[in-house]
Every structure is written in structure tokens, then in C-alpha cells.
């Protein structure tokens, strides 16, 4: 409590000239911040928070200054009319830090999907996940099979093997998802590969995380604590794959699957080719 407590007291241009590690949807707000800005949709999300706590004429006048401004002087703009946001105590934003309110303006505020996409990582594109997502699991793992095209076998997009150290093999499912609407879908996948699998990863983008908060909650910000939660029931893992950065990160406790058939193990294994 005493670390929440004085996070949220900290100014959050300090925070970001500190490069200390304060997230939204798994990206550093320093790293929003600086897409927001090459996005051009900076001058559109402070107008958005000024609109809900001044009048016209001086969403106006406030509107010239930030305009007007230097970018550092434009952060502190921002970051000074989200602390003021949290302080009015709004029903949409109870309990928001003021970071989490400037994101979730920019989330609710930039509507042009190419900037949505490149400020969030996002692509609505499945398949654009996949090199990024082998190209990770080839640094972590012995072999890695791409398997998304094995649809039939209700298989997932990729498996993923290490030797254990006290013999046999380690058999992961990685399975990518880029849209909202596939989501329930996994949570039902996620239990037959759990059946050959000894873990099962969820690849998605940081975009996919602010849609499932939007989606289930209307609130963006809830999409970690609804992954954590529905994938924590089963020990799952979640890969969030950057589609701007390039990167992918692994993100949740994950264990051991308790569905694990080792004879339908042994037969995947088979139908891999692996001796």
C-alpha cells in the first residue's frame, strides 16, 4: 500500500524523466507518451480532458498555450490537466491515477486505427504476430514448430520444446490472438491444448490488452487485471508481442498444466516428428 501510495503522489513528468517503469497495457507511459506526440493527436486528447472540467472559451485559450508550447512544456501541460481530472473525482475515472486517465483519453480519443495501432502495438492482423512471436520463442526454447496452419489438428500457432532437467520434454502452446472477438475463443482452446501441452501461452498486442478492458469492462484500463485473472485460473501465460517496438515479453505466473494427458503429449509429439 505505502508503494501504490507514493506512486501516486509522484509527478508524472518526473517519473518520465526518471525513466522509472510506470506501465498502461504493458508500455511504458514514457513510451505512450512519445507515440502519442509523433501520432499528432496530442493537441486532440488534451482538448478531450479540458472539454469535461472547463468551459468552451476556456478550452479555447488553454487549446493556443499547449499549441503553442514546447514538447516538454506540452507534457507537463498534460500530465497537470490529468492530475486535475483525478481530483474532480468523476464516476468514469474513480480510483484512476492521472496516468491511467491520460491513457485511457488517448485510447477512447484517438479514433484513426493506423495511430491507435502504432501508439498500442496493435495490429489486426493474427498473422503479422508470428515472426515476432518465433523469433522470440527460437531465444527461449530448443526447437519451434509453426503449426498455425494445422488448424485441423486443433493445434495452436505454435509449438515449442526443451529438454526438462531431469529428463523428457518440455511441450509449450503458444497461441496468437489480434481481435477482441477471439478472445472467448481462446479461454475455450486454452483447455484442449492443455490436454498435450505443458503450458499454454497467450500471444497478443498491447492493443488487444486495452480492448479486452474496453470491451468487458468499458474501461481500458482493467484489460491486465481481466487477463490476470481469467488466465491465472489456469495457469496461463501472456506474451505481449509489441507490434511497434518489435519486442515480446512474457507477463504472468504460469504453470503446469493440471488437464496434461501425457499419451496425447506423446502423440503430438509423434505427429511433430519428435524422437
Known amino acids: 500500500m505505502f508503494i501504490v501510495s507514493l506512486r501516486k503522489l509522484l509527478n508524472l513528468t518526473v517519473l518520465i524523466k526518471l525513466g522509472k517503469r510506470l506501465e498502461y497495457a504493458f508500455i511504458q507511459i514514457s513510451e505512450i507518451l512519445n507515440r502519442l506526440f509523433k501520432s499528432g493527436y496530442d493537441s486532440i486528447v ?28 506540452k507534457l507537463e501541460l498534460l500530465e497537470k490537466a490529468a492530475k486535475h481530472l483525478e481530483r474532480k473525482g468523476l464516476d468514469k475515472y474513480r480510483n484512476y491515477y492521472s496516468h491511467e486517465i491520460l491513457c ?13 495501432n502504432y501508439i498500442f502495438g496493435h495490429t489486426d492482423s493474427e498473422e503479422k504476430l508470428y515472426p515476432l512471436i518465433k523469433k522470440y520463442l527460437k531465444g527461449q526454447y530448443t526447437k519451434v514448430f509453426e503449426t ?43 483447455r484442449i491444448f492443455m490436454r498435450y501441452s505443458d503450458y499454454v501461452f497467450l500471444a497478443a498486442t498491447p492493443g488487444f490488452v486495452v480492448e479486452v478492458g474496453h470491451k468487458v469492462r468499458g474501461k481500458s484500463a482493467y484489460g491486465v487485471s481481466i487477463l490476470q485473472e481469467d488466465l491465472g485460473k489456469d495457469g496461463i501465460g501472456l506474451l505481449v508481442v509489441d507490434m511497434t517496438s518489435k519486442n515480446v515479453n512474457s507477463y504472468f505466473d504460469i504453470s503446469e498444466s493440471e488437464l496434461l494427458d501425457e499419451e496425447e503429449k506423446k502423440k503430438c509429439l509423434r505427429k511433430l516428428s519428435v524422437k
Do not use: C, M
Not at 488517448?106 to 484513426?112: G, P
Not at 515449442?160 to 531431469?166: D, R, S, V
Open 148 to 190: 498455425y496452419d494445422k488448424k485441423g489438428e486443433k493445434w495452436p500457432d505454435f509449438f515449442a520444446i526443451k529438454k526438462k532437467l531431469l529428463g523428457g520434454r518440455e511441450l509449450v502452446a503458444v497461441e496468437a490472438k489480434a481481435k477482441f472477438s477471439e478472445y472467448k475463443r481462446f479461454l475455450n482452446q486454452s
Open 46 to 73: 488534451y482538448r478531450s480532458i479540458l472539454e469535461k472540467f472547463h468551459s468552451k472559451d476556456e478550452v479555447r485559450i488553454h487549446l493556443k498555450e499547449y499549441n503553442s508550447s514546447r514538447k516538454q512544456d
Open 104 to 116: 485511457e483519453e488517448i485510447a477512447e480519443t484517438v479514433k484513426a486505427r493506423k495511430w491507435f
